[in-house]
């Protein structure tokens, strides 16, 4: 999760397109004691040993196009992600990490199935601003953690939530990332599929798509109400966008009783109305950087229009780098966020980053 930067040329060196992508919300201070806490960033945010149903989504270590992705168990062996974080792998290029540390997870689980929503298309461009950039990974074996609740109301408008995962805590540092962390951040717009989150002090940054936003209800107990999709710009300036969990609700809780994930007849409509306009989050071009025109595959979008929120068609929280020890190639993913996936899926030109 990273902060606010605007030095471009380091960005640019790091990775030629960036993607960015996952926070999670809680609601107003007074109403429940977890967000009480001062907010702070996860791009800089706190290091989190609590949220064990958080994990990491990697590559195995000599797959071709390295990755790493945060994702939540919400089922005894299912973890939700981004689309975009399965799109392009296979049940053996992809494990999933536990533990609050990416590089060196505390144990690993095979996976058995990976599949986006079915409306995902791979066009990034289109799935992320229209609320399609969600999926699911079914583990070969039980997860062993108490998986996350799945939050069925709508996201409050100005509510603050915890973002969880591991994306870089600054935006122009790369040995940032990899390390479980959470900060509190405030919800802004949303629409039938999507709510922005993320200010300048508060914001999720390259590595945190997939990621969840949680809610913490009036039991004391965490919900996941969003999973974060794709950022504004490679330098992880706000808002950031979630998919709507209350939206994919029945979807999801299909897949966690047993059924096929292709199967969309508790998919949600289409929506009309995403994403939500730039100016109802309280932003405005003055607070992107000049590169925001330029796509990005480090993160998972870059503004597609000055006005617009729709992302680039770059991929997701991806690192590709080379073969090798486990610690080596989590280097070189790091080094080289993104490029990978944008060799591959590089179709257009965007100006949102989420990753």
Same mark, same amino acid.
């Given at each position: 999760?990273a902060?606010?930067?605007t030095?471009v ?7 030629s397109?960036? *993607?960015?992508? %996952? ?9 429940h004691e977890?967000?009480q806490? +001062?907010a702070s $960033? #996860? ?5 989190d ?11 195995v270590?000599?797959?071709?196009s390295?990755?790493?992705c945060t994702?939540?168990?919400?089922g005894a ?6 689309g ?7 049940t053996t290029? *992809?494990?999933? %990490?536990?533990?609050p540390s990416?590089?060196a997870p505390?144990r690993?689980v095979?996976i058995? +199935?990976?599949a $986006? #929503?079915?409306?995902?298309t791979g066009d990034?461009?289109?799935d992320?601003?229209l609320?399609?950039?969600?999926g699911?990974?079914?583990?070969a074996?039980?997860a062993g953690v108490?998986p996350i ?5 709508a996201?409050?408008?100005g509510?603050l939530v915890?973002l969880?995962?591991?994306g870089?805590?600054s935006?122009?540092?790369v040995e ?6 959470m900060?509190?951040v405030?919800l802004?717009a ?11 002090a508060t ?6 798509s997939g990621?969840p936003l ?9 919900e996941?109400?969003?999973?974060v999709s794709y950022g ?10 979630a998919v709507?969990?209350d939206?994919?609700a029945?979807?999801i809780?299909?897949?966690?009783a047993?059924?096929a994930?292709?199967?969309c007849?508790?998919?949600p409509a289409?929506?009309i109305d995403c994403p939500p306009p730039l100016a109802?989050?309280?932003?405005t071009d003055a ?11 480090a993160?998972?979008?870059?503004p597609?229009?000055a006005?617009?929120s729709a ?17 080596a190639w ?5 080094l080289t966020l993104?490029v990978?996936?944008?060799q591959?899926?590089?179709r257009?030109k965007?100006r949102?980053?989420?990753?």
């Amino acid at each position: 999760m990273a902060a606010r930067s605007t030095v471009v040329a380091l960005l640019a060196a790091v990775s030629s397109v960036l *993607l960015i992508s %996952g926070c999670q919300s809680l609601e107003d201070e007074d109403e429940h004691e977890h967000t009480q806490r +001062t907010a702070s $960033p #996860v791009l800089g945010g706190v290091d989190d040993t609590t949220h064990e149903q958080v994990v990491s989504i990697m590559t195995v270590p000599d797959a071709p196009s390295p990755e790493l992705c945060t994702g939540v168990v919400v089922g005894a062996r299912v973890v939700l992600t981004a689309g975009h974080c399965v799109q392009g792998q296979t049940t053996t290029t *992809l494990q999933v %990490g536990f533990g609050p540390s990416a590089s060196a997870p505390t144990r690993v689980v095979a996976i058995t +199935t990976i599949a $986006p #929503v079915p409306r995902f298309t791979g066009d990034l461009s289109i799935d992320k601003p229209l609320g399609h950039d969600l999926g699911v990974v079914i583990l070969a074996e039980d997860a062993g953690v108490v998986p996350i609740a799945l939050g069925h109301a709508a996201p409050a408008v100005g509510g603050l939530v915890r973002l969880v995962g591991f994306g870089l805590s600054s935006a122009i540092d790369v040995e940032t990332r990899g390390k479980r962390r959470m900060a509190d951040v405030r919800l802004g717009a949303s629409c039938t599929l999507l709510v922005d989150f993320g200010d300048l002090a508060t914001n999720a940054c390259h590595g945190d798509s997939g990621g969840p936003l949680l809610r913490m209800r009036a039991d004391g107990i965490e919900e996941v109400i969003g999973i974060v999709s794709y950022g504004r710009t490679a330098s992880c300036d706000p808002p950031s966008y979630a998919v709507r969990v209350d939206a994919y609700a029945d979807w999801i809780a299909n897949v966690i009783a047993g059924g096929a994930p292709s199967d969309c007849a508790k998919c949600p409509a289409e929506p009309i109305d995403c994403p939500p306009p730039l100016a109802d989050a309280g932003f405005t071009d003055a607070t992107s950087d000049a590169s925001s025109t330029d796509a990005s595959d480090a993160g998972d979008a870059s503004p597609a229009d000055a006005s617009s929120s729709a992302p680039s068609s770059g991929g997701g929280c991806a690192f590709t780098g080379s073969t090798g020890s486990a610690t080596a190639w989590f280097s070189a993913v790091l080094l080289t966020l993104g490029v990978a996936r944008r060799q591959r899926r590089g179709r257009g030109k965007a100006r949102r980053v989420l990753a």
